[in-house]
């Protein structure tokens, strides 16, 4: 049974930084795609960064290019989202995400309808 769990959720001011992480469970992430996704109140959740399996290529929203980074630790079995600059548009519920088909086809994908497993996700909130 796959688990995902994200950690390092936090209340800061606008323009800190914040670092989360999501360690995985019950399979190895090392062949798989992974994602960062988020979810404002009364919103859709929606993507914010993919990683394909061996960290080589990376994909993000455009409102969070240049200030959020994602990374991945295969060997800890880890996924990581350093988020800079934060603004309030960016609170939300942060989920991390799984997508073990599209990385057979080397995919970064988008849909949160195309990843298999989730974490609970973890609160950022950024105050003015």
């Known amino acids: 049974q796959v688990h995902l769990v994200e950690s390092g959720g936090g209340l800061v001011q606008a323009g800190a930084s914040l670092g989360l992480s999501c360690a995985a469970s019950?399979?190895?992430?090392?062949?798989?795609?992974m994602g960062w996704f988020r979810q404002a109140p009364g919103k859709e959740r929606e993507f914010v960064a993919a990683i394909s399996r061996d960290g080589a290529r990376t994909k993000y929203t455009d409102s969070v290019k240049g200030r959020f980074s994602i990374s991945r630790d295969n060997a800890k079995n880890t996924v990581y989202l350093q988020m800079n600059s934060l603004k309030p548009e960016d609170t939300a519920v942060y989920y991390c995400a799984m997508d073990t088909v599209g990385s057979r086809f080397l995919l970064l994908r988008l849909l949160p309808s195309e990843y298999d497993y989730w974490g609970q996700g973890t609160q950022v909130t950024v105050s003015t």
């Open positions: 019950g399979r190895s992430i090392s062949s798989d795609a």
